[in-house]
C-alpha cells in the first residue's frame, strides 16, 4: 500500500531564503508525482507535475525533483516570499487510472 | 478557460439529511475525480470516472455515498443519509485523456458539516 510522508509538517522562513519540502513514498512504482499549493479555505493548485520517467520539473522559482529508487521528491523554492505562504501538498499517481495518494502537507509560512 | 467548478461550496446539514454535492470539470475533460479531506487526515481519493463510466471507485467509504456522470459532463455525488464522520472537505478534479497521464486541476472543494 502506497504512503506518501511530508516533512516537515510546518516550516517558518524569512522572505528571501531558499528552501526546499521534503515528499517521500513507500513503493517506487509510480506514474506520476505532483506538487500543489493550497491556500487556507481555497481549492488546490498545481505548481509542478513531473512523469516517471523524467528526473525533475522547473517553473518560475520552482523545481521538483524525483528519485524514484530512494521514493523521494523535493520541491525547491528560490528566493523565497511572503506571497509563497501557503501549503504544500505532494500526491503520488499509484495505478494507471490516475488515482492520486496524498501526503498531509507542509505549511510553509514566509515573513517579510 | 474556465475551471473546475463546485457548488455547493458550503453545506451544513443534520445527521440522516441526504446532500448532493456537484462538481463541472474543465470542458473537454474526459477524467473526472472526487476526492475528501476529513478533520486532521490527508486528502482522500473516492472514485474516477472517465467521461460517465465508473473506472475506480476503490476510495468510496460505503454504499451510502453514490456518485453519478450522466452525459459525461457534469458530477453529481450523494451522500445519503449522512453522518458525522462524513464531514470534511470534498474535492473534485479534471484531467484530459491521454497516454501520458495529465495534471489534475482541482475544484474549489465543497465544506461539509453534518451536524
Known amino acids: 500500500k502506497q504512503e506518501v510522508t511530508q516533512i516537515p509538517a510546518a516550516l517558518s522562513v524569512p522572505e528571501g531564503e531558499n528552501l526546499v519540502l521534503n515528499c517521500s513514498f513507500t513503493?517506487?512504482?509510480?506514474?506520476?508525482l505532483q506538487w500543489f499549493r493550497q491556500d487556507p479555505g481555497k481549492g488546490l493548485t498545481s505548481l509542478l507535475l513531473?512523469?516517471?520517467?523524467?528526473r525533475e520539473q522547473t517553473s518560475g522559482r520552482l523545481n521538483a525533483s524525483l528519485d524514484k529508487s530512494s521514493g523521494r521528491s523535493t520541491l525547491y523554492i528560490a528566493a523565497s516570499q511572503p506571497g509563497d505562504s501557503a501549503t504544500y501538498l505532494c500526491a503520488v499517481g499509484s495505478s494507471n487510472t490516475g488515482k492520486l495518494i496524498f501526503g498531509q502537507g507542509t505549511t510553509l509560512q514566509v515573513k517579510p | 478557460e474556465a475551471g473546475v467548478t463546485q457548488f455547493p461550496s458550503h453545506s451544513v446539514i443534520e445527521k440522516g439529511q441526504t446532500v448532493t454535492l456537484r462538481c463541472d470539470p474543465i470542458s473537454g475533460h474526459d477524467n473526472l475525480y472526487w476526492y475528501r479531506r476529513v478533520m486532521g487526515k490527508e486528502i482522500k481519493f473516492l472514485l474516477h470516472?472517465?467521461?460517465?463510466?465508473?473506472?475506480?471507485e476503490s476510495g468510496m467509504p460505503n454504499n451510502r455515498f453514490l456518485a453519478e456522470r450522466t452525459g459525461g459532463t457534469y458530477s453529481t455525488l450523494k451522500v445519503q443519509p449522512a453522518e458525522l464522520e462524513d464531514s470534511g472537505v470534498y474535492f473534485c478534479a479534471s484531467s484530459q485523456q491521454g497516454i501520458l497521464q495529465e495534471t489534475q486541476y482541482f475544484g474549489p472543494g465543497t465544506r461539509l458539516l453534518v451536524l
Open positions: 513503493d517506487s512504482a509510480i506514474y506520476n
Open positions: 470516472f472517465v467521461k460517465e463510466s465508473k473506472q475506480d
Open positions: 513531473i512523469q516517471s520517467s523524467q
